[in-house]
């Protein structure tokens, strides 16, 4: 109980807050997080995220969203690519100015010194979804996997996540599986859902071949229509719609914010 912060003054049981934001390539997000139910206590404020997205006017805009709340205790922040102890070391799909910059220093100075957390913007849906959501019955093995610009990757076992795994970028056939299987792929050569399935199993047979998962949790703005394309899936382990959509980032983010997980 790290991050308590009694609702009003007459509660006998203290709600426990976290904050996050998630960084997209068009917004960014963020919001105050109840840790109990994982979800949002009021509206979400998203800003436009800066163009170029270089680590400053990004550090500066995620500066901008949490001082909306006037929140002052620990945050946590998504980032697109492998991050280790606040350090970026990929960026796959954005500026490459961000490989090598300490984006927990950057983003906590400009909020005078506050605890800054950054993860993978998949791993923290995934830790979102293991627990509050569409994993939340899940016993073993989870992954979930993000379809959008690239591929990206969260494993959790019982709540621990192991961190920063890349599965957009293992080589399967041949082939990168987020420039086999990626949504922007479907997109980008007007593949119907069908033709774009084929791709994805072959991804997901690669994973479950390596990892044995109980469940996979497919999440991004193509899982709004998983209806549509999750029936025509043929691997062998069971394939779930991420739950949460468009908070999983933030709800993620402000648990590993919390340390109640390990990141
Ligand atoms: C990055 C991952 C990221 C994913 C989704 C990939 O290209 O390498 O770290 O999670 O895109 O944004």
Redesign the pocket.
């Known amino acids: 109980m790290t991050n308590a912060e009694p609702t009003n003054a007459s509660s006998e049981t203290p709600q426990r807050r976290g904050f996050g934001v998630d960084v997209g390539g068009s917004g960014i997000k963020g919001g105050i997080v109840d840790m109990d139910t994982g979800q949002l206590i009021g509206d979400r404020v998203k800003l436009p995220t800066p163009q170029p997205a270089t680590p400053k006017a990004v550090a500066k805009t995620i500066a901008a969203v949490v001082k909306e709340f006037d929140w002052t205790g620990p945050l946590g922040v998504t980032y697109?690519?492998?991050v280790t102890h606040g350090i970026v070391q990929?960026a796959?799909?954005v500026d490459k100015k961000w490989i090598g910059s300490n984006a927990r220093d950057m983003i906590s100075s400009e909020l005078s010194g506050q605890d800054v957390t950054v993860l993978?913007?998949?791993?923290a849906a995934g830790l979102a979804e293991e627990r509050y959501g569409a994993g939340r019955d899940a016993t073993g093995v989870v992954v979930l996997l993000?379809f959008?610009?690239?591929?990206?990757?969260a494993v959790i076992h019982n709540g621990i996540l192991l961190p920063?795994t890349?599965f957009?970028?293992i080589e399967v056939g041949g082939k990168e599986a987020?420039h086999r299987a990626a949504s922007s792929v479907r997109d980008r050569r007007g593949w119907s859902f069908k033709k774009w399935a084929k791709q994805v199993t072959k991804v997901l047979i690669a994973i479950e071949n390596a990892m044995s998962p109980e469940l996979f949790i497919v999440g991004g703005g193509v899982s709004r229509k998983a209806d549509q394309w999750v029936p025509l899936l043929k691997n062998r382990t069971p394939v779930v719609a991420a739950a949460l959509q468009n908070t999983a980032g933030i709800v993620g983010a402000a648990m590993a914010a919390t340390r109640d997980v390990t990141h």
Do not use: F, K, L, R
């Open positions: 697109p690519g492998v990929t796959a799909n993978n913007d998949a791993d993000t959008g610009t690239g591929i990206g990757s920063n890349e957009g970028h987020e």
